[in-house]
């Protein structure tokens, strides 16, 4: 859908990123860019290496400070002074890392910085590791989401479990709109389309989704609206259904027109 027809289908944009601009030096990484996102939509950022589309959602997820704009979280004008701030307004990002802990298990990471704890004999703190399990299983099952053991640490498990898990993590502490930077880089194709089913399911649960990735056939199989950038500029918006992945190579190299 494009920005007009998501207004008119989902209502207000969740998210609206007006005029941003950053620059480190004398290098202008984001230009003069706009954006906005509404409710039950997957949105694909693309572009090129250095084109501009990590250091705009690090604005948005409050990495960096702009330099320039504003950004508005349902209508209201908001500021991050760290990534912590934006995630407790609702806005979570999954970076190709993960940001998870090897060591510990599903259930600990999905829970990681906010454990439960419970009191024994009315003085000792201790984790309460049945709700922890009890609680992301329940979760992990409205996603659809299968792994076997929970108690294995991260390091033994797959990829896609690994993602799944970031996923859980963010829709279990009601996340309002997600991030993720190339979900299925280093991925085999059965792990790439369930990483690409969770997508969907959080569109269906009405979370909005920026998905950046290189992987334009993983960009067309989800995406309903897609934003060309191109040295720091946002140059185009296409609905999905209504363009091809020859026109948005083009138009992420300047080989087409970029007129909306």
Not at 171 to 191: Q, S
Request: contains cysteine; charged residues 25%; proline residues 5%.
């Amino acid at each position: 859908m494009s920005a007009t027809g998501s207004e008119s289908a989902n209502g207000k944009p969740i998210l609206q990123a007006i005029g941003l601009y950053k620059h480190f030096g004398g290098l202008v990484a984001v230009n003069d860019v706009s954006l906005d996102v509404f409710p039950g939509e997957v949105v694909g950022l693309v572009g090129d290496n250095g084109a501009g589309k990590s250091t705009l959602i690090k604005l948005i997820s409050g990495v960096y400070r702009p330099d320039g704009g504003q950004i508005l979280l349902d209508g209201r004008p908001v500021s991050f002074t760290s990534p912590l701030e934006a995630r407790q307004l609702g806005i979570e990002t999954i970076y190709q890392d993960l940001a998870l802990c090897e060591n510990l298990d599903a259930a600990a990471n999905v829970f990681l910085g906010r454990e439960p704890v419970r009191r024994t004999l009315g003085v000792f703190k201790n984790l309460d590791r049945d709700y922890m399990l009890r609680e992301s299983r329940q979760v992990l099952a409205q996603l659809d989401i299968r792994i076997p053991d929970l108690r294995r640490p991260i390091r033994e498990l797959s990829g896609g479990q690994r993602q799944a898990v970031a996923i859980t993590r963010a829709v279990y502490w009601n996340a309002r709109l997600m991030i993720m930077d190339e979900p299925t880089a280093a991925l085999g194709v059965p792990e790439q389309r369930k990483v690409l089913a969770l997508v969907r399911t959080l569109r269906d649960r009405g979370v909005p989704v920026i998905l950046i990735s290189h992987n334009l056939q993983d960009v067309f199989a989800v995406a309903d609206r897609i934003v060309v950038m191109r040295r720091g500029r946002k140059v185009a918006e296409r609905p999905a259904s209504a363009t091809t992945s020859d026109e948005i190579v083009s138009l992420m190299v300047g080989a087409a027109p970029t007129a909306e």
